[in-house]
């Protein structure tokens, strides 16, 4: 049973334009949520995080929202750039251990 | 670079073989995790350590065990090799033993293929 979905596989933005990746969740009771990233042969890499007591939060060109009645959350890239081309994951805190989603793969063009 | 360290990067064994995964963490770190990554697949936990002890269990097979030592590394043993078994095994770690409110560092995943 998947805790937590990406269900977009794929994106394709144009360079200076805004990427929306979308996570939704099953488990009411996640209440920390992290977004990863991800470039070919390497491993994940921390970006941006959000506790449930907030619904935003803002790093730079990078924002997380979380609507905890619709059990989404969202990151905002904005503006895109090509190096943002990688995969991201979405995931949730869950006790001692991380619960990631399957991945949606960004790619920005010129 | 996350300063965990991933051994071997690649592996190419036959069914039926046992391979041993190796992870050394972070300078300082005290828990590691193990995740899987089939394809087209997110990262799936397997087992997380904190200083030599197990701490939770994730969906791992019989067939797979782990340690982590008095040195902090660990290791992920596969045992019983299945084409299945084919993915890339990730090590991460932490300071903390307990929820994971901030960053995990992982390493650049060991690639299983099994024929």
């Known amino acids: 049973d998947q805790q937590v979905k990406q269900n977009s596989p794929s994106l394709s933005v144009q360079e200076g334009r805004i990427s929306i990746l979308n996570c939704d969740y099953t488990?009411?009771?996640?209440?920390?949520f992290l977004w990863y990233k991800k470039y070919p042969a390497e491993g994940p890499t921390f970006l941006i995080s959000?506790?449930?007591?907030?619904d935003k939060n803002e790093d730079g060109r990078f924002t997380v929202f979380l609507n905890k009645s619709a059990k989404h959350l969202s990151l905002h890239i904005v503006p895109s750039q090509p190096g943002d081309s990688a995969v991201y994951f979405c995931?949730?805190?869950?006790?001692?251990?991380?619960?990631f989603g399957t991945g949606t793969r960004l790619q920005v063009f010129p | 670079d996350s300063g965990v360290t991933q051994t071997p990067k690649h592996l190419i064994t036959a069914t039926g073989q046992r391979v041993t995964l190796r992870c050394s963490p972070r300078?300082?770190?005290?828990?590691v995790y193990w995740y899987q990554q089939s394809l087209d697949q997110g990262l799936q936990f397997l087992i997380h350590?904190?200083?030599?002890?197990?701490?939770a269990k994730g969906n791992i097979l019989e067939r797979f065990s782990a340690q982590q030592f008095p040195d902090l590394h660990s290791e992920l043993n596969l045992s019983s090799l299945e084409l299945g078994d084919s993915a890339l095994y990730f090590c991460?770690?932490?300071?903390?033993?307990?929820?994971?409110?901030?960053?995990?560092?992982f390493g650049e995943g060991s690639r299983l293929t099994v024929l």
């Open positions: 488990n009411s009771m996640f209440d920390y």
């Open positions: 959000i506790s449930s007591i907030k």
């Open positions: 300078s300082g770190d005290l828990s």
């Open positions: 995931a949730a805190s869950d006790t001692d251990k991380l619960i």
């Open positions: 991460a770690s932490s300071a903390r033993s307990d929820r994971v409110t901030g960053e995990l560092f």
């Open positions: 350590y904190y200083n030599g002890e197990e701490r």
